[in-house]
T-cell receptor
Framework: GQQVMQIPQYQHVQEGEDFTTYCNSS?????IQWYKQRPGGHPVFLIQ?????EVKKQKRLTFQFGEAKKNSSLHITATQTTDVGTYFC???????????FGAGTQVVVTP | IAGITQAPTSQILAAGRRMTLRCTQD?????MYWYRQDLGLGLRLIHY???????GKGEVPDGYSVSRANTDDFPLTLASAVPSQTSVYFC??????????????FGPGTRLTVL
């Protein structure tokens, strides 16, 4: 069945550094979404990518969808303490029941 | 205030008991979803509904049932709870479906412990 894998599972970052989290699917996706969940909170939508090779930016966050639509990345520049949380990718296919979240990357920022 | 509400916030339940988790949205979204979140596994889709009157199975539907009598409400029922159903449950809704994509709005979650 479809598998959405996310790496790394855990990321410890010094404030001001950059980091990247990666998302890989075993099957071709119709779209990919990224969510952020603060400790004790609920997932909050960040962005959706639909097109092959698509790149979108939100301030210090850069999201990319691979050419084959099987992988994606989230790059954060100049990390701040407000970036703390778990970042999830979620992949959609043409089948409703196959929507799948990755296990998430937990980000800890050291001042 | 627009959004999704879930009830209860938390619950401790004896194994074998029946339990219904409630979810209500006031955004008039067509699609609604139930996920469970377990440490190290992310969120897993239990059931979904793409419009009132229809439901479908997600990745982990066994032991759970849902109904969608109207647009706003999407209750999740555990007919006979087991300890492996201990988890945090999130309800979500979106204006468009999972296949076409669209922002999912999540409720605050229900923390369920089955003993």
């Amino acid at each position: 069945g479809q598998q959405v894998m996310q790496i790394p599972q855990y990321q410890h970052v010094q404030e001001g550094e950059d980091f990247t989290t990666y998302c890989n699917s075993s099957t071709t996706l119709s779209n990919i979404q990224w969510y952020k969940q603060r400790p004790g909170g609920h997932p909050v939508f960040l962005i959706q990518l639909v097109k092959s090779g698509e790149v979108k930016k939100q301030k210090r966050l850069t999201f990319q969808f691979g050419e084959a639509k099987k992988n994606s990345s989230l790059h954060i520049t100049a990390t701040q303490t407000t970036d703390v949380g778990t970042y999830f990718c979620a992949g959609g296919t043409d089948s409703w029941g196959k929507f799948q979240f990755g296990a998430g990357t937990q980000v800890v920022v050291t001042p | 205030i627009a959004g999704i509400t879930q009830a209860p916030t938390s619950q401790i339940l004896a194994a074998g008991r029946r339990m219904t988790l409630r979810c209500t949205q006031d955004m008039r979204h067509n699609a609604m979803y139930w996920y469970r979140q377990d440490l190290g596994l992310g969120l897993r889709l239990i059931h979904y509904s793409n419009t009132a009157g229809t439901t479908g199975k997600g990745e982990v539907p066994d032991g759970y049932s849902v109904s969608r009598a109207n647009t706003d409400d999407f209750p999740l029922t555990l007919a006979s709870a087991v300890p492996s159903q201990t988890s945090v449950y999130f309800c979500a809704s979106s204006d468009s479906g999972l296949a076409t994509g669209g922002e999912q709005f999540f409720g605050p979650g229900t923390r369920l412990t089955v003993l």
